[in-house]
């Protein structure tokens, strides 16, 4: 099997840092990450599991995770964010790979996204393929600041999962939503001239709860599918509340600094 580089990208993930390396480990032959300023021992821990650390302030998520490819010692990179671990199937269906003639560009798998223990099946989370492995001369990270992917020309999935912890519990699930999430969503928004008007809170943040209960599903999750659906609506609501209020009110504006978004 050719070799993989694993790669990550954090920021204060001392608590999950070890796991996702081990779960590198099991593919890879060099494992790389990236930090951005880690005030906790998210580096120490990771060059004491044998990463090599590169230190970078945050440039935006695309960007970010160009770096650990570009830095790597082979072509073919397994990238993971911090809280994703991979499946015995996922490490089964990557070993059995051959990357060394590969007509693919780039290999997806199906990712488990969690709040506590909770593996949530509706809302659209899951099957939620993500492409995690790829040929790094061949392509790469887009340069999207926010949510970035890969744009591959000839991905493949695979028939595995990975398991993402996404939140801890449903404060974090909606304290997020309503916190951080929405600033940066409302303050890109602006930043792009993006406008909102008195109706586009209430309605954004309705479409956002019947797309995520009714069309796909939350109403079969139980609370939790509920929980979700709400706080997608949450999000959607407060984002665009956020950018009437930064149009409507100088002062608020003038507070905000936009140079830090990312």
């Not at 996404?166 to 409302?186: H, I, P, T, V, Y």
């Not at 008007?197 to 797309?211: D, E, I, K």
Request: hydrophobic residues 40%; proline residues 3%; charged residues 25%.
């Amino acid at each position: 099997m050719a070799a993989i580089t694993g790669v990550v990208i954090t920021l204060d993930e001392a608590d999950n840092i070890e796991a996702c390396l081990a779960s590198l480990a099991r593919v890879c032959d060099e494992l790389i990450v990236v930090d951005s300023g880690s005030r906790d021992d998210t580096v120490v821990r990771a060059e004491a599991f044998g990463a090599r650390v590169i230190h970078q302030p945050y440039l935006g998520d695309g960007p970010q995770k160009r770096v650990g490819p570009q830095a790597a010692g082979y072509r073919w990179v397994l990238s993971l964010d911090a809280d994703e671990r991979l499946t015995d199937e996922a490490v089964a269906a990557i070993l059995a790979l051959d990357l060394d003639d590969a007509g693919h560009d780039a290999y997806a798998l199906r990712r488990r996204n969690f709040i506590g223990s909770r593996w949530i099946r509706h809302c659209g989370w899951y099957p939620d393929y993500c492409i995690r492995l790829f040929d790094r001369d061949r392509t790469g990270f887009s340069d999207s600041r926010q949510h970035a992917s890969v744009p591959a020309t000839n991905p493949q999935r695979l028939d595995a999962d990975l398991e993402h912890y996404s939140f801890a519990n449903l404060a974090e699930l909606f304290g997020k939503a309503s916190g951080r999430f929405s600033n940066r969503a409302a303050k890109i928004m602006y930043l792009k001239g993006k406008r909102a008007n008195g109706w586009s809170p209430a309605l954004h943040g309705a479409n956002a709860f019947v797309r995520k209960y009714l069309f796909q599903r939350g109403f079969a999750g139980g609370l939790d599918g509920v929980s979700v659906a709400l706080s997608a609506a949450v999000n959607a609501y407060l984002k665009y509340a956020k950018l009437l209020e930064l149009q409507r009110d100088a002062k608020v504006r003038d507070a905000e600094d936009f140079d830090r978004i990312w």
